[in-house]
């Protein structure tokens, strides 16, 4: 089977969330399968090359930008022996003037061009993979623009799948946009499908939902929740409308960059076959380790609740805010790790860092680091996932791993992934699950752990023993994906 992953991003080269993971991870699954697997993303001048390892091969192709032609090349390198990945870019590095993947100015004009690109690269240079994997509004409107340019109809038996990780961003633009990349209504056989359902605008991702062959988003639960009219931000009737043609697959974790026993950050590394005892001091250490390089001391008494976010609404960062205040009286030790604050959430955190450590009881950390990240991760007893809807979640599977108890709300992949210790004898609870996206119900689920902890340290080991064990590596997904990369080579 030989397929192409398009995206915006690709852990560790270009990263800024679950995306770029999910096309590693994905990526590398499918060529250890013995599936011949190519990912392109723009060539930004973020791209951080020391990963990549030049392999010689040149694509060069034309394509077209605001009513010009350019020449543009795939440069393809190979990333961990065995992922390949190619950087597109225009001769003159139209994408490596950016120092950002998202935010840009003209940031929908720079995707459309990279769609653009890739449709015509395919289309010129004569690649017929089976399978062409788009990710997320930014290359949705590859399949439809290969269509529009393909007049020989030499591309008729590739395959297409979108696959949605957020249906929150959509891309919307107008006709003029499109216009930039040559493109008018008159491209597309039914120019209609562009429209946004709510705003006088258009909608790529709903233009790359109906004009793909299988459309899947990030978790099973997710899939559900989006054709309800609170879940799917106006494209609750399009997705309903699919039938099975849309479906959820669950993310998988890389467990050769994500785990306790070979990670290269932890100051103490630990794995199951230690056991419980052994395991708690193991994290004991890396907790002790940890608060000395932030300056703190740790009260080994309390649990250390943990939490790694982006700093987004969706997350439910005021529950988070507002428990860790309370971090005192309700015994316990916290940290954040929180990117991508903006001038209403910066200080907030600040103000909680103050409180956290004036008290001797953590913690913020506004910046985004992995080192860190990891080291967190492994001195964690809890972990805290209050997200008002969640696709899927990385870093509750991630948390399981590491030995942290996940406390989440019961949304989208949370919900497919956390089993509450409470719910009645079930060989999967994992963890601490609750319904009501509110202060309320936030608390009630992390004071159940923080009681668990404190009481029953036995319970709590067990259960910690049995999160580690669970397997989300990308073993299930990647055999789910390829039986639909099967299915739809059939048709
Ligand atoms: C998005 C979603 C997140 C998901 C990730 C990877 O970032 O918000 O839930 O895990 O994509 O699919």
Not at 316 to 328: K, V
Request: proline share 4%.
């Amino acid at each position: 089977m030989q397929v192409i992953h398009v995206a915006s991003e690709m852990t560790p080269v270009a990263k800024v969330g679950g995306l770029g993971d999910v096309l590693m991870g994905l990526t590398r699954e499918l060529s250890w399968k013995g599936h011949e697997t190519l990912a392109i993303i723009p060539n930004y001048g973020v791209v951080d090359r020391h990963w990549l390892t030049p392999t010689g091969r040149v694509d060069t192709f034309d394509t077209c930008f605001d009513g010009m032609t350019h020449r543009a090349t795939v440069t393809y390198y190979t990333l961990y022996n065995d992922i390949t990945v190619g950087l597109l870019d225009t001769e003159w590095g139209y994408w490596k003037q950016q120092q950002k993947i998202y935010g840009n100015n003209d940031e929908v004009a720079s995707f459309l061009f990279f769609s653009r690109a890739v449709a015509d690269w395919l289309v010129q240079t004569r690649r017929r993979p089976n399978i062409l994997h788009v990710h997320d509004w930014q290359t949705a409107i590859i399949p439809l623009i290969c269509r529009s340019l393909d007049r020989t109809k030499d591309l008729a038996s590739m395959r297409s799948i979108l696959t949605v990780h957020n249906f929150e961003y959509q891309g919307c633009c107008h006709w003029g946009d499109i216009a930039r990349v040559g493109l008018f209504p008159l491209n597309f056989p039914d120019p209609s499908i562009l429209q946004d359902p709510w705003h006088p605008c258009l909608n790529i991702i709903k233009a790359g939902i109906l004009s793909v062959d299988l459309v899947t988003t990030v978790s099973p639960t997710y899939s559900q929740e989006v054709k309800t009219a609170e879940g799917g931000r106006g494209l609750h009737h399009v997705l309903s409308s699919l039938g099975d043609k849309f479906l959820g697959v669950l993310n998988g974790l890389d467990y050769a960059f994500w785990n306790p026993e070979i990670d290269p950050f932890l100051f103490e590394r630990f794995s199951l076959s230690l056991g419980m005892n052994r395991i708690a001091k193991a994290k004991q250490e890396n907790k002790k380790q940890l608060f000395q390089q932030l300056g703190l001391h740790v009260c080994d008494d309390r649990p250390l609740v943990a939490s790694i976010t982006r700093l987004v609404p969706q997350k439910g960062i005021y529950l988070i805010q507002n428990a860790f205040f309370r971090a005192e009286s309700l015994g316990m030790q916290c940290v954040l790790l929180g990117s991508v604050a903006d001038a209403g959430t910066e200080p907030l955190f600040r103000a909680l860092d103050t409180e956290l450590r004036r008290k001797g009881n953590g913690a913020v950390l506004l910046m985004s680091d992995e080192m860190m990240a990891h080291r967190l991760y492994g001195a964690a007893d809890i972990f805290v996932v209050p997200s008002l809807f969640e696709p899927c979640g990385l870093t509750q599977l991630i948390a399981l791993k590491y030995g942290a108890i996940p406390v989440v709300r019961r949304t989208g992949g949370l919900a497919d992934t956390v089993v509450d210790v409470d719910g009645g004898a079930s060989a999967q609870s994992n963890g601490f699950v609750f319904d009501q996206p509110d202060q309320p119900g936030f608390d009630s689920a992390l004071l159940r752990a923080l009681i668990l902890f404190s009481r029953n340290r036995d319970r709590w080991g067990e259960y910690m023993l049995r999160g580690m064990k669970q397997d989300f590596s990308w073993h299930n997904p990647g055999m789910k994906y390829l039986e639909l990369y099967q299915r739809l080579h059939k048709l």
